[in-house]
């Protein structure tokens, strides 16, 4: 019984990283690498939805992959700005024989956070 209250106080204090709104979609980024299945059920999905409301709740504003692919590929299809950042490239460059070594994956992946966040603000 102490726990589930103390879970329940903990979740009263998580706050939404984004609060819907009827007249604002969220944006989003996808992440792939690979055929884009998954992407391209999320675009038909995107579709449908701003078939039958007038903001649907999401639009996908922006893809975001590691390598060339059909992923990457449906993003020009649909005119969706594609940002590339190569790991393997990355791993090269940081002198690392093996590719597989994840021992740089954070610095990677804030390489790609000032990436995204650098073209945000060049389109606000």
């Given at each position: ?49 701003t078939k ?8 996908v504003k ?63």
């Amino acid at each position: 019984m102490r726990n589930s209250i103390i879970l329940h106080q903990a979740a009263a204090n998580l706050h939404k990283l984004y609060q819907p709104s009827a007249n604002k979609p969220m944006h989003i980024v996808v992440f792939g690498s690979g055929s884009g299945t998954n992407l391209e059920a999320l675009l038909k999905k995107q579709k449908e939805l701003t078939k039958t409301s007038e903001f649907p709740p999401f639009e996908v504003k922006a893809l975001f992959t590691d390598r060339l692919c059909r992923f990457q590929q449906i993003g020009e299809e649909h005119s969706i700005p594609v940002f590339y950042h190569s790991f393997a490239k990355f791993i090269k460059a940081q002198k690392i024989a093996d590719p597989q070594d994840y021992t740089l994956r954070t610095q990677y992946d804030e390489e790609n956070l000032k990436i995204l966040l650098k073209r945000s603000m060049e389109h606000h």
